[in-house]
């Protein structure tokens, strides 16, 4: 499977506050202009070691695995 591309839909469907995603976005040098027009790839929020991106992440995954499986 290609990177998995992490989307802002997949941080709300989670709950996530966007101020509390802003501040953690700049916490950890991310770029949350970015992430909220294109997404940002898995590797790249996994790579905080932190475990809302390991959330967020799986959460994609799961979007993802949903859309091949409605044949999107």
């Known amino acids: 499977m290609t990177d998995i591309l992490v ?14 995603a802003r501040e953690w976005f700049a916490r950890h040098q991310l770029d949350w202009g970015l992430f909220i027009d294109q997404g940002l790839p898995a590797p790249m929020l996994l790579a905080t070691g932190d475990s809302m991106a390991e959330d967020v992440v799986a ?6 695995a949903s859309e091949v499986n409605d044949g999107r």
Request: glycine share 16%; charged share 35%.
């Open 7 to 20: 989307t802002h839909g997949d941080m709300r469907r989670l709950g996530y506050c966007n101020r509390g």
């Open 59 to 64: 959460a994609a995954r799961e979007r993802i």
